[in-house]
């Protein structure tokens, strides 16, 4: 950086040119957090009215005051929320913007609203009740997406479809326990939400700077005020912790990841080569140069979404990573990592129910390719094991045969004569037809947890009742 000898209008050759002056805009510029921490507008005013409320009842502040700075607080949120309200820059961020703004309303009251608190421990305040609401807001919308599969895996919990692993054909599932594959992903998410939601219910307000403080405040009381199930109990972590921020981005990665596979499979499945679902116009878009495009925006931005998300979680673990105890400047970077990754969340969260929702199912595409690239190999295998005593390793081998013998007539098993079975194996019998469709392949299947409709109804069951 430039010394002070030099001229500070020219400033730095590399980066110096929007800058008006040298490093006093600059530190300005790095310094000041208003840009974004603005959105905590309404947790800093309730957490100074429950802080006010709380110094009055102790005697530390008059009631008169209190009433004051009470007073002027809900007028300056009325003036942030109606957008009459003037954010300044120099004011460094919206704890400062909020008491610079009191002090003009209410006049030398409002330097009383600071006794016994800092900014360490009101930005540790306000962001987590930030963090809180915004979990509060992603339990409903997992709740919404849970929802929607329910009610899809319900209306196919008869639709066959081929099981994939490797993205190769495995054995047939139905759509509706494909569904509810979904509904355990989103459902352990939601889980995750409500741990961290525990884990963070405590307030930070009375830590101060980080050392606690010698006024006689009552942090049971802002606690209780603030809705907190209680106060945290060491005021130097609570200064210097960011994990409920750092928890958030994790559920959120974990979450994104999950959309992520979902809006690939419904990419995949919205090929015409699959043609499994269909998008409604609501949910795609055409290309400006091929009339026959309809493309899924929507399930390609989900699943980039997670590239944002990853990327602030990583970004707050480095950020916190190797910092002292307690509170230092950089922990002022956590906020826009989780402001965007929540944006980006609800948006693809909101996208996903809607695709979930609106998408047409192709039945009877899905249940052509169910039995094709024998999915039911495993079922002939089955019935060899139970029906002629085969050791399973031995009916492996011979339905391998079975396999090769279609593979060669360019047909399915089940279009294999009997003869043709007979030879590869003497014990097979005409009955062995039965288990090789495909919907006699998911019926019997009812292993707890199994893909047989009858399994998967008692799992929407489950879900139901806890949704
Ligand atoms: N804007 C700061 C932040 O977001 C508020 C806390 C500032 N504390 C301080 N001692 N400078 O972290």
């Not at 990327?311 to 990573?321: E, H, P």
Request: one cysteine or more; charged letters at 25%.
């Amino acid at each position: 950086m430039a010394d002070d000898t030099t001229d500070t209008k020219s400033s730095n050759q590399m980066w110096g040119g929007r800058f008006a002056s040298g490093p006093d805009a600059i530190m300005e510029e790095i310094n000041a957090s208003i840009g974004f921490d603005k959105k905590l507008f309404a947790q800093d005013i309730r957490g100074s009215i429950a802080h006010a409320t709380m110094l009055a009842h102790q005697g530390i502040i008059t009631t008169d005051d209190k009433d004051k700075i009470v007073h002027g607080l809900n007028t300056i949120l009325s003036e942030i929320e109606g957008g009459n309200f003037e954010f300044s820059r120099q004011l460094e961020d919206i704890h400062m913007n909020v008491e610079a703004r009191l002090a003009t309303l209410i006049g030398p009251a409002a330097g009383r609203l600071h006794t016994a608190r800092s900014r360490n421990d009101q930005v540790a305040l306000d962001f987590r009740l930030w963090v809180k609401e915004e979990l509060q807001k992603t339990e409903q919308m997992l709740t919404g997406l849970i929802a929607a599969f329910l009610d899809r895996a319900e209306e196919h919990a008869e639709s066959v479809m081929p099981g994939f692993t490797h993205l190769q054909t495995a054995q047939p599932v139905t759509f509706g326990h494909h569904c509810m594959a979904y509904v355990e992903m989103f459902g352990r998410d939601r889980s995750r939400v409500r741990h961290a939601i525990e884990h963070l219910d405590e307030s930070p307000i009375g830590a101060a700077a980080l050392a606690g403080t010698g006024y006689p405040i009552d942090r049971h009381m802002t606690a209780k005020a603030l809705g907190f199930r209680e106060p945290t109990r060491n005021s130097i972590d609570t200064v210097s912790d960011r994990d409920f921020a750092i928890e958030f981005l994790s559920i959120a990665a974990i979450a994104g990841m999950h959309l992520s596979r979902l809006a690939e499979e419904i990419v995949i499945w919205s090929t015409p080569q699959f043609g499994f679902v269909r998008l409604s116009d609501a949910f795609s878009t055409g290309s400006s140069i091929m009339p026959q495009k309809k493309n899924p925006d929507a399930a390609e931005l989900v699943r980039a979404k997670t590239g944002r998300i990853n990327g602030s979680l990583v970004a707050l673990l480095t950020i916190m990573k190797g910092l002292p105890l307690a509170y230092s400047k950089d922990m002022q970077e956590d906020k826009e990592q989780v402001f965007d990754a929540a944006e980006s969340l609800e948006l693809a969260i909101a996208a996903m129910t809607g695709m979930v929702r609106d998408m047409t199912v192709n039945t009877a595409r899905m249940k052509e390719a169910a039995g094709s690239g024998y999915s039911t190999a495993t079922d002939l295998a089955d019935w060899l094991v139970r029906e002629a005593g085969l050791p399973f390793r031995d009916a492996h081998h011979v339905t391998g045969r079975a396999v090769a013998l279609a593979e060669n007539k360019g047909c399915d098993l089940a279009e294999l004569p009997l003869s043709d079975l007979q030879a590869i194996h003497a014990a097979i019998t005409d009955k062995v037809y039965d288990v090789l469709t495909v919907e006699a392949s998911v019926a019997s299947r009812k292993s707890f947890g199994g893909t047989a409709p009858s399994e998967v109804r008692k799992q929407i069951a489950f879900w139901r009742a806890r949704n």
